[in-house]
């Protein structure tokens, strides 16, 4: 099985990062693959139609 964990929020140390890392060691103790992906630093915008 594997895990996409998102993160987006602006913190770099902030909860959400926590909670992510901490997430991600739970998966890996379970033998769960899991990638991170940051998405605070991208240029996502809303759909433009």
Not at 14 to 42: L, M, Q, R, W
Request: proline share 4%; net charge negative; with cysteine.
């Amino acid at each position: 099985m594997k895990a996409l964990i998102i993160n987006g929020s602006p913190g770099k140390n902030g909860s959400t990062s926590v909670a992510s890392g901490k997430t991600e060691g739970i998966f890996a103790a379970e033998g769960v693959e899991t990638e991170a992906v940051p998405i605070d630093n991208k240029d996502i915008r809303g759909c433009c139609i």
